[in-house]
């Protein structure tokens, strides 16, 4: 065989290897998308109960993967939960207690470790959209926004969209605000999420990508397209009640024009979509007369967002991946944010610091019937002054409250923060969720030794959590 055969069978055999070498686990890596909703309590799907809200994508999201019986939000109200998602961690560890008014010094700090940093060092593309309150001074240079958190693309708010979800004014796009926007909140922060990645197709398609939708949807003030309305008026009790079911029905035309998208772009087969909520339903008059009241429930739990009991912070959970989740699942293992940045790093081959001290686990084995191991219980260490029982913890079917004994302040800050790390826990509550679901069976004086035994174990998280919280100076 001659010097030039030789070559060209050389050249042939390297392009047919390169080829063959494309089909790599990199290549194979899904796209993974966060759907984050604001204030959906647990009850506002009808694949979750509601008796009158239609939810027919999500409805078909969870028939087509799984859906979580017992999914757990990082915290019960906004902004603490936004931290614990991105984290991977307790919010306290991070210095997030309580939702962040605009203004406060309260922040994300840069030195935090999120799953769009990590991702994007394992060659993701990433996205924000939406709602991102993880910092009181928003596009400012004084506080991290979200491109410090390792965001490419970010549109967003600091808070709510406002004066409402309706031709919001509070836009900002990369650091530059937009003025009025025409429309309603979700269909702009979706429309925002599908035109990125659609530009980011075209300049590289094979390039995996992670994004991060977070609806401001159902959240008060509520306002929703007339057509969406007027299918409930005569159904709901009220026409601020047919406000509030046309919301949560908007938010999932958001969701099927997502799922319709990347369908259309081939995407859907290799992409981990996963939709949840912050924490659960708001019911208190906080928004003025023009709101009206919240109609958001989370039947059959006990409680409200705030509320360290399972309505505060059990929520929504359904995934969908159709290469890995089978459909038609529901799983009653127990899943949080937390344990997010944990999976998806997996996912993504993407390393996480050894020094980093995570709360979250892997629920990949979830996803295929199996059972999720964890080092550790859920914790929730709540700072309000609205809520007896500030702190809570679910240890397989059994969760625990208790009472942090310090005094009681409207504001989070260094004093009450370092008063939690000496104070004592009281007025313990112990329940069998898997038999009492609502709360509504102490069981501290039936039980006495498992009693003793979640008693000690929920005291040295709390201790251990406490004293790696951080305290702002």
């Known amino acids: ?29 899904p796209n993974i998308v966060v759907i984050l909703c604001d204030d959906l309590g647990y009850g506002d799907l009808a694949c979750y109960g ?15 993967g799984i859906r979580f019986t017992d999914f757990y939000s990082t915290a019960p ?54 709602k991102w309150h993880c910092n009181g001074k928003f596009n400012s ?70 994004m991060f939708i977070a609806f401001h949807e159902p959240h008060e003030p509520v306002a929703s397209p007339k057509n969406m309305v007027d299918q409930y008026d005569g159904v709901a009790r009220n026409h601020d009640e047919a406000q509030y079911f046309a919301n949560v029905t908007n938010l999932d035309a958001a969701v099927g024009k997502l799922l319709k998208t990347l369908k259309e772009m081939k995407l859907d087969q290799n992409t981990l979509v996963v939709f949840t909520s912050d924490n659960g339903p708001e019911t208190l008059l906080r928004y003025g007369p023009r709101s009206g009241r919240s109609f958001g429930v989370a039947d059959p739990l006990r409680g409200m967002k705030l509320w360290t009991t399972e309505a505060g912070f059990r929520v929504a959970g359904i995934m969908h991946w159709p290469t890995r989740i089978k459909p038609g699942q529901i799983s009653g293992e127990t899943i949080s944010a937390l344990d997010f940045l944990p999976t ?31 080092e550790k219980p859920l914790l929730w260490v709540y700072y309000s002054a609205l809520n007896e029982r500030r702190v809570a913890m679910r240890d397989g079917k059994w969760k625990v409250l208790a009472k942090m004994n310090f005094p009681k302040t409207k504001t989070i800050n260094q004093k009450n923060v370092l008063q939690a ?47 790696d919280s951080h305290v702002w100076k």
């Open 1 to 29: 065989m001659n010097y030039k055969v030789l070559k060209v069978l050389f050249i042939w055999l390297s392009l047919f290897g390169f080829i063959l070498n494309t089909d790599s686990k990199e290549d194979e890596r």
């Open 50 to 64: 509601h008796p009158k809200i239609k939810t027919p994508y999500l409805d078909k999201m969870a028939k087509d």
């Open 77 to 130: 109200v906004c902004s603490p939960s936004r931290v614990g998602l991105l984290t991977g961690r307790s919010p306290n560890r991070a210095g997030v207690y309580d939702w962040i008014p605009s203004g406060r010094d309260v922040h994300m700090r840069k030195s935090e470790v999120t799953i769009p940093q990590l991702l994007k060092k394992a060659g993701y593309s990433t996205c924000m959209s939406g």
């Open 141 to 210: 240079q004084w506080q991290p926004q979200p491109s410090d958190a390792g965001f490419d693309h970010w549109f967003g708010t600091q808070n709510n969209a406002s004066p409402s979800h309706e031709n919001p004014q509070n836009f900002v796009r990369n650091g530059k605000p937009l003025g009025e926007l025409k429309g309603y909140s979700c269909q702009l922060v979706i429309d925002e999420a599908l035109n990125w990645l659609g530009e980011r197709q075209k300049k590289n398609k094979e390039q995996p990508f992670f």
């Open 344 to 374: 998806f790093c997996d996912l993504a081959d993407a390393k996480v610091p050894v020094t980093l001290k995570l709360d979250g686990t892997n629920f990949l084995p979830a996803l295929e019937g199996g059972g999720v191991k964890r």
């Open 421 to 467: 790390k000496g104070a004592t826990l009281s007025d313990f509550q112990m329940f069998d969720l898997s038999q009492d679901i609502d709360e509504s069976n102490n069981l501290t004086e039936t039980k006495p030794s498992k009693f003793k035994e979640l008693k000690n174990t929920i005291e040295l998280q709390y201790r251990e959590l406490v004293n």
